[in-house]
């Protein structure tokens, strides 16, 4: 009579091999990188995120930025696909976008690429990425005019405040230091 019991071999132990795992994980990580598709930059701004299909919005912080898109701190992000616009404003300076959530991870944040960017946007966004990188600003120019309030009553020398809004507009110094500079222009 044969033996009703089938052998099944123990599968072996598994030895944990630390170097395998790292070479593991950088691989995961350059497959990571290469979707972003840029260099992302440590960049906090404040952001605001509509859902377009249920027009609710978050309010959130961004903590990087890449020319594709940026990461948004935020306890209840959006779902992974989500279609949303996207607004970040930063000393003054605002970006809008229309955007796709391609990362989500609730408590934690989300991975937002930005679609349709137009010219005007992609200026903004070619601006702060340089003041992030640590490369000249001087060379790109902004669409935008200074906030009307930076500017309110007129200065005694108009080529001196056009010149604080100048170093507002191109990052040289705060808005908060232009708008001192601007008042003890005004006394």
Not at 9 to 38: L, T
Not at 173 to 186: D, N, P, Y
Request: with cysteine; aromatic share 6%; glycine share 8%.
């Amino acid at each position: 009579m044969a033996n009703s019991r089938t052998k099944t071999k123990k599968p072996a132990a598994q030895h944990y091999d630390p170097v395998a795992e790292w070479e593991k994980q950088q691989k995961a990580k350059k497959s990571i990188e290469n979707r972003r598709g840029g260099t992302r930059y440590a960049f906090t701004a404040s952001a605001e995120i509509v859902d377009q299909g249920t027009q609710v919005k978050i309010d959130a912080r961004t903590s990087d930025l890449s020319a594709g898109g940026c990461y948004v701190d935020s306890m209840n992000p959006f779902a992974l696909g989500t279609r949303v616009s996207i607004k970040l404003s930063r000393e003054g300076v605002n970006f809008e976008s229309q955007a796709r959530v391609n990362y989500s991870q609730p408590g934690v944040g989300m991975g937002i690429a930005f679609t349709g960017l137009q010219d005007e946007q992609r200026a903004v966004l070619d601006y702060w990425i340089a003041q992030a990188s640590g490369a000249p600003t001087a060379e790109v120019k902004l669409p935008v005019e200074p906030e009307a309030s930076i500017v309110e009553s007129p200065p005694r020398d108009p080529v001196l405040a056009k010149l604080i809004a100048l170093l507002i507009r191109y990052g040289h110094i705060s808005e908060e230091e232009g708008k001192e500079l601007l008042r003890e222009l005004r006394s």
